[in-house]
């Protein structure tokens, strides 16, 4: 049971380029998100979903896409990456994204965009 | 709209020594509260956390009280250990905005 997976660990991106991190749970979970951190900020919601085929912008959605694949894989995109994006990113997953709901976390994807 | 106010950190303690880390809140409706901890290079776990008013959450010797006539959920532990190093986060969720709200973390350093 490997929980939260996410890839890749580390990316380094000049201003403009694209890419996807990808995100996968095996828990069964209806609920997904993509949060970013950075420093004494705490995390911000940039994207969420709250079951399959449904996705919802969150605090910080300018700059990002997102794709629900299916119940396990929730991926998310920056089209043209700007020096602002370098953050951590963290997935996460919960059983149907209600209020006493525990999310579970990935171990995150660490971005620098130069 | 929802907010989380943690104590600043950082915090340095000696093992053994009283833990202490204030959150309060401000939430429409009656939210649940979360503690997260978050270890060198990991992603966030969840620690403790209470859904209603007055309820204890504890784990691993830590304890925090959901205090809705003050709107605080303070993390408390009696005697903390060099492994308790790590980030806290005070967290809260509303059902209708179906999203975890966080506090900016506190860093707690334990010395042997």
């Not at chain 1, 403009?16 to 950075?38: E, F, I, K, V």
């Not at chain 1, 919601?45 to 912008?57: H, P």
């Not at chain 2, 007055?54 to 250990?81: I, W």
Request: hydrophobic letters at 30%; aromatic letters at 12%.
């Amino acid at each position: 049971n490997a929980g939260v997976t996410q890839t890749p660990k580390f990316q380094v991106l000049k201003t403009g380029q694209s890419m996807t991190l990808q995100c996968a749970q095996d828990m069964n979970h209806n609920s997904m998100y993509w949060y970013r951190q950075d420093p004494g900020m705490g995390l911000r919601l940039i994207y969420y979903s709250a079951s399959e085929g449904t996705t919802d912008k969150g605090e910080v959605p300018n700059g990002y896409n997102v794709s629900r694949l299916n119940k396990r894989e929730f991926s998310l995109r920056l089209e043209s990456a700007a020096p602002s994006q370098t953050s951590v990113y963290f997935c996460a997953s919960s059983e149907d994204g209600g209020a006493g709901d525990t999310q579970y976390f990935g171990p995150g994807t660490r971005l620098t965009v130069l | 709209g929802n907010s989380v106010t943690q104590m600043e950190g950082p915090v340095t303690l000696s093992e053994e020594a009283f833990l202490t880390i204030n959150c309060t809140y401000t939430a429409t409706g009656y939210p649940s509260l979360f503690w997260y901890v978050q270890y060198p290079g990991e992603g966030l776990q969840l620690l403790l956390k209470a859904t209603k008013a007055d309820d204890k959450g504890s784990n691993k010797g830590f304890e925090a009280t959901y205090r809705k006539e003050t709107t605080s959920f303070h993390l408390e532990k009696g005697s903390v250990q060099v492994s308790d190093s790590a980030v806290y986060f005070c967290a809260l969720h509303s059902g209708s905005a179906r999203q975890l709200t966080f506090g900016s973390g506190t860093q707690l350093t334990v010395l042997p």
